[in-house]
């Protein structure tokens, strides 16, 4: 399995409040990525990040923000939660980007619950 | 961008048989189809890729075919046994990598 640490694994948490889910990967791999996963949606993009401090956005990053100050660290923060965030939350990681070839690896993910 | 679309969306099959999941993609761009396998309460697992220069590849019980010209790619799974129950995303990727929305296989014993 791929060195990835998602944390915490899961979450209640109420709406307007702050959170931010922690992705820790011991690959040294330079791409980090958030996915939320929903029925009937597969995985979807939040937020990708190829470098430190070098971040962009994906196809659903309304609401949600992203920092990586170090290689292996990848913070994905929902400002203010609101119960469309309720979801499954992957971390993943590739050496490289996508359209190259490289393969990219999955955390276990992160349940969130906004109540 | 890439739009992968996956089907069936469910499929159920008697042990031992085969499974056949079909995915088409729009980007003519699109160079790299991995497939994954996601078990209940865990990520989606790497379980076999094929890139666009090839169009076969083989690994035990598992294949997956692509036509390039009719942009679609395929997983086979034979002699199908009840640990193949999952979800399998199928992904295409050029300028970005887009999933599948998953199809849940079940095994019968």
């Known amino acids: 399995d791929a060195g990835i640490t998602q944390s915490p694994r899961h979450k209640v948490t109420e709406t307007g409040t702050p959170v931010t889910l922690r992705c820790h990967q011991t690959?040294?791999?330079?791409?980090m990525y958030w996915y939320r996963q929903d029925p009937g949606h597969g995985l979807r993009l939040i937020h990708y990040?190829?470098?430190?401090?070098?971040?962009d956005k994906g196809e659903v990053s309304d609401g949600y923000s992203v920092s990586r100050s170090k290689t292996e660290d990848f913070l994905l923060t929902l400002e203010s939660a609101t119960s469309s965030q309720t979801s499954v939350y992957f971390c993943?990681?590739?050496?490289?980007?996508?359209?190259?070839?490289?393969?990219?690896?999955f955390g276990e993910g992160s349940w969130l619950t906004v109540v | 961008g890439e739009n992968v679309e996956q089907h069936p969306s469910t499929l159920s099959v008697q042990e031992g048989d085969s499974a056949v999941i079909k995915c088409t993609y729009s980007?003519?761009?699109?160079?790299?189809f991995p497939w994954y396998k996601q078990e209940l309460g865990k990520g989606p697992q790497l379980i076999i890729d094929?890139?666009?220069?090839?169009g076969e590849k083989k690994d035990q019980r598992i294949a997956v075919t692509l036509n390039k010209t009719a942009k679609h790619f395929s997983l086979h799974i034979t002699e199908t046994q009840p640990e193949d129950s999952a979800v399998y995303f199928c992904?295409?990727?050029?300028?970005?990598?887009?999933f599948g929305a998953g199809t849940r296989l079940t095994v019968k014993p």
């Open positions: 993943a990681i590739s050496a490289d980007m996508p359209g190259s070839g490289n393969t990219i690896y």
């Open positions: 690959e040294n791999h330079r791409y």
């Open positions: 990040s190829y470098g430190v401090k070098d971040t």
């Open positions: 980007d003519s761009a699109s160079n790299y």
């Open positions: 094929i890139r666009s220069n090839v």
């Open positions: 992904a295409a990727s050029g300028n970005d990598m887009r």
